[in-house]
């Protein structure tokens, strides 16, 4: 497997995943191992890893599938199976899934005894260049998005692309939208490959590159800033704008992909970075035809712009009573911290009705 380890964060990229895990695991032999699957990763990536010696079926902790489920009470039935299994502070929990079991089960092992070791084994898209990497983990709760977290890195993080054959079209598109996101924060040719990049009919070997370079992006930055103090805001483009969609969204009971609602809240905020920072008006026009053929359309109404700046109220990159945005001066010119008024967030808010 070869490594991408830096300071912060231990992410390999796996030859054969059951022979890697086989080997990350030697130090959890004389320990119980969990793994946290939903049904869907229980069913197509868990017969994987069932034959490694120390994995068993009875120590599979099966949540439901989706956004809906990275709540409080799945929280607690992961917590019970841990102490019903018998964990001990020394106990391994393997997260294998999207980005929900990564998240959820990251929060578990935080918590669990104040914090055992966990493995990621992101199996989406998104979870491989994103939500495996960099130790954000946690639940929605009161219907805000990762309310309720910790950071806590991964043990290891081992990726293996060959897992995304399984993997529905809407959930690879989603995923896409982070690794676009990277290439807004890095650099014009990186954007350009990946803008020009066939999602719709991918060829798996070059998606693989694009995987690696855009783990390293977010790699980087958060080794600059694990606990996004600083530069790790940038990860942020598009989600202040983004997770408002996805909450609005989910209280509407019409969930939306985080990847989706991440794409159409980067076309808003490129808007928002061209009124206040003068970002080229033509390439936010180009994301926008770009997306609308891609994700698709989010649909709202002047009457919910209300209600999403409320809930933009609550991002986390808020201070002193301000919300404030990730921009972008141009593409990998990016200015944190950057205060925007409640007529300019509207305006972003009409700018993407209007297109
Ligand atoms: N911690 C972070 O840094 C970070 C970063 C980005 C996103 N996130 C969070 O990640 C979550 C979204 O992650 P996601 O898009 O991976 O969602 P997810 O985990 O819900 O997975 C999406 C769907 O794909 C299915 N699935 C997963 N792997 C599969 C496979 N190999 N084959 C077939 N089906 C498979 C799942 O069962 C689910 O139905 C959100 O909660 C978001 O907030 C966190
Ligand atoms: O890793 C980060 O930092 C990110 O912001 C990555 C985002 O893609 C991810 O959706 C993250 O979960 C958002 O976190 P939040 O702090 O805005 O809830
Ligand atoms: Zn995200």
């Keep these: 497997m070869q490594s991408l380890h830096t300071q912060e964060t231990d992410v390999f990229l796996a030859d054969n995943l059951a022979n890697d895990l086989e080997q990350l695991i030697e130090p959890f032999k004389n320990e119980k191992i969990f793994v946290l699957t939903d049904k869907n990763t229980h069913r197509h990536c868990f017969p994987l890893i069932s034959r490694i010696e120390g994995i068993s079926e009875e120590r599979c902790i099966i949540t439901d599938p989706g956004d809906e489920y990275k709540n409080t009470e799945t929280l607690i039935s992961v917590w019970q199976k841990l102490v019903e299994g018998g964990a001990n502070r020394h106990a391994l929990l393997i997260n294998l899934g999207g980005g929900m079991p990564c998240d959820l089960g990251g929060f578990a092992a935080a918590t669990f005894k104040r914090g055992i070791a966990f493995i990621n084994i992101p199996t989406t898209l998104l979870a491989q260049v994103d939500a495996s990497v960099g130790g954000k983990t946690g639940i929605n709760f009161m219907g805000y998005k990762n309310e309720i977290g910790s950071f806590m890195q991964a043990k290891h993080v081992l990726v293996d692309t060959t897992l995304l054959k399984t993997l529905d079209q809407p959930n690879l598109i989603s995923g896409f939208a982070e690794m676009i996101k990277h290439a807004y924060l890095k650099n014009e040719p990186l954007l350009k490959r990946t803008l020009n990049f066939d999602i719709l009919n991918p060829d798996m070997q070059e998606l693989s590159k694009l995987v690696a370079e855009s783990i390293k992006i977010k790699d980087e930055v958060v080794t600059a800033d694990p606990f996004e103090k600083n530069i790790r805001k940038a990860l942020n483009l598009g989600h202040t704008i983004g997770h408002a969609f996805e909450s609005f969204a989910l209280k509407n009971n019409q969930p939306v992909l985080h990847g989706y609602a991440v794409a159409w809240g980067m076309v808003a905020e490129l808007y928002l970075a061209h009124i206040k920072l003068g970002f080229p008006l033509k390439m936010v026009e180009e994301l926008t035809a770009y997306t609308k053929n891609i994700f698709g359309s ?23 009573g301000r919300i404030n945005f990730t921009l972008l001066k141009a593409v990998g010119d990016i200015a944190i911290n950057t205060h925007c008024e409640v007529h300019e967030v509207h305006e972003a808010l009409s700018f993407y009705l209007e297109n």
């Design 298 to 320: 989010f649909s709202y109404t002047k009457a919910d712009f209300d209600y999403l700046y409320e809930t933009m109220t609550h991002d986390k990159k808020n201070q002193a």
